[in-house]
Structures are given as C-alpha cells and as structure tokens.
C-alpha cells in the first residue's frame, strides 16, 4: 500500500513563499498520476495542480504562475513551490495520488485513490 505524507505547510505574509513536499512511501510504482488540492474555510476541497509519472504537468488557470509542481522521482518526493502568496491561498493543502480504480479527469478529487493527511497554509495580510 503506498502511502502519502505532507509537509512545509506554515504561515507566511502576503507575498512570501512555501515549498511543499509530499513523500511517497510503500508500494508507489503503481501510482501514476499526482496532485495537489487545498480546501480553505468552509469551502469545497479545490484542484491545484498536478503531474503524471512521466513529468507532464497541469494547473488551475488562476494558479499558474505562482504555484510550480515537481517531482524527484529518486526520493519519491513531489513538491508544491508556492510563490507571491495571498490570504485566499491559506487553507489545508493535500496531496493525492491515483494508482487505481475510475479516472474522472485531473481536476476531480473522485480520481484519486491516495491521500495525505494535509499540511496548514496561513497567509497573513
């Protein structure tokens, strides 16, 4: 069973940065697709971005640019660099991961089938 683990979540001023990591660890050469979502206060669990085995990646349109997702497939790591932060990115960030079952495309939490416990984000203006 692969399992996931963020971290470098914190808090930061408006316009700083954050890199998060996710580490995979156990059987993880069956996951082939990673992401990461976030779910501010109260609201729904949100599509970030993500990146296949193979390195293609893909954002939320009104994430690129600011928000670069990496992998270091050596150390089974992926990375969330998050730049030019403002309070509504603050929120839970998870990572996920899809190794099985139905694919509803990259955006829906619904495809993946591995996940996080999630790291806190705090943005302060």
């Known amino acids: 069973q692969a399992q996931l683990m963020e971290s470098g979540g914190g808090s930061v001023q408006a316009g700083g940065s954050l890199r998060l990591s996710c580490v995979r660890s156990?059987?993880?050469?069956?996951?082939?697709?990673m992401a990461w979502f976030r779910q501010g206060l109260e609201k729904e669990r949100e599509w970030v971005a993500a990146i296949t085995r193979e390195g293609r990646t893909d954002y939320a349109d009104a994430l690129k640019g600011r928000f670069t997702i990496s992998q270091d497939t050596a150390k089974n790591i992926v990375y969330l660099q998050m730049n030019n932060l403002n309070v509504e990115d603050s929120g839970i960030y998870y990572c996920?991961?899809?190794?099985?079952?139905?694919?509803?495309?990259?955006?829906?939490?619904?495809?993946?089938?591995?996940w996080g416990q999630g790291t806190q984000v705090t943005v302060s203006s």
């Open positions: 156990g059987y993880t050469q069956s996951i082939y697709h």
């Open positions: 996920a991961g899809a190794s099985s079952g139905s694919w509803f495309g990259v955006q829906r939490p619904e495809s993946y089938n591995k």
